[in-house]
């Protein structure tokens, strides 16, 4: 019999530092008001304020921010987000936790059905490598503004519809 070679490649994966971001809300994020300054620092530095980002930022075991990334950014009145983009960023760094968050150039912070679908799906993922998600927040970029979906215990309720659907696959 004649067996044909067949080549590939190994790969290393690197994270590579791209600009430091300075933030000045202490050590730790723990509410949602540090947190929304957060994202909009992180839009700021990373992203096109004029249309819609998603950024996710990575805390360690402290909650101390560890790093930024700018996963999509979109158009005027939305996003493409892929849960695989946003667990392959924090399993890339030594992080325990996740806040996501984007911005809404309209100025209303109102989460859409999509904002919560998207959070449900990134939720899903992160549990199967034990990431928890802290908080979403849909911020506005030039005022105040802001939507926690930690506040509104939309996390807390996304975390039991997750576990719920883990407890099904585990009977399986």
Do not use: W
């Not at 994202?39 to 990373?46: D, G, M, S, T």
């Not at 904002?115 to 928890?132: G, P, R, Y």
């Not at 939507?147 to 309720?157: C, H, L, M, Y």
Request: glycine share 4%; proline share 3%.
């Amino acid at each position: 019999m004649n067996r044909k070679e067949y080549r590939f490649y190994a790969y290393k994966l690197h994270m590579v530092k791209e600009q430091e971001i300075l933030f000045l809300g202490g050590d730790s994020i723990n509410n949602s008001a540090s947190s929304s300054k957060l994202i909009k620092k992180v839009i700021r530095e990373l992203g096109q304020t004029d249309r819609e980002n998603f950024v996710v930022v990575m805390l360690n075991t402290k909650l101390k921010p560890i790093g930024a990334n700018l996963v999509s950014t979109g158009s005027l009145a939305q996003c493409m987000v892929q849960p695989r983009e946003i667990i392959k960023a924090a399993l890339n760094m030594p992080c325990k936790a996740l806040i996501l968050g984007h911005n809404h150039p309209s100025g209303d912070p109102s989460p859409s059905v999509e904002d919560k679908l998207i959070t449900l799906m990134i939720m899903a993922s992160a549990h199967l490598f034990d990431v928890q998600i802290l908080d979403h927040l849909i911020v506005d970029m030039d005022s105040d503004a802001y939507q926690s979906f930690a506040d509104e215990k939309i996390i807390e309720d996304t975390k039991h519809k997750v576990r719920g659907v883990m407890d099904q696959i585990s009977r399986l």
